[in-house]
C-alpha cells in the first residue's frame, strides 16, 4: 500500500506504487489497488497541482479502510475480505459520497 513519486525540478514527475507486478495472482482479483490509487493522488497533488482533489481520494482509502474492506495482502479477522475490483469500487463509493473541500 505504499504510493510513490519521483520528481525533478521541471516536468510532471513519475507516479506509481512501489510493489512488483505480481503474476502469480494476475487475472484472479486478489491484488491491493490501495497504492494505484494514492499514487493517482500524489499525482493530482504534485503533478497537477488538485490539491482538493487528492485529499477527497486519500479521505475515500482511509474511508473505505475505516468500514472494515481488506483485499487479502491486508486482511484480519473482523474486516470483510474483498477482491481488487470490489475495493476499488467502495473507495469509489467513498469519493462520491464525502463531501468535497471549498476551493
Known sequence: MLPSASLGE???G???PIHGSAPDIAGQDKANPLATILSAAMLLK????EENA????EA??????NKG????DIYS???KLVGCKEMGEEVLK??????????
Open 10 to 12: 521541471s516536468g510532471p
Open 46 to 49: 504534485y503533478g497537477l497541482g
Open 14 to 16: 513519475l507516479f506509481e
Open 54 to 57: 487528492a485529499k477527497r481520494i
Open 77 to 79: 479477522a473482523g474486516t
Open 60 to 65: 475515500a482509502v482511509l474511508d473505505t479502510l
Open 69 to 72: 474492506f481488506r483485499t487479502g
Open 94 to 103: 467513498s469519493v462520491d459520497s464525502l463531501v468535497p473541500s471549498p476551493v
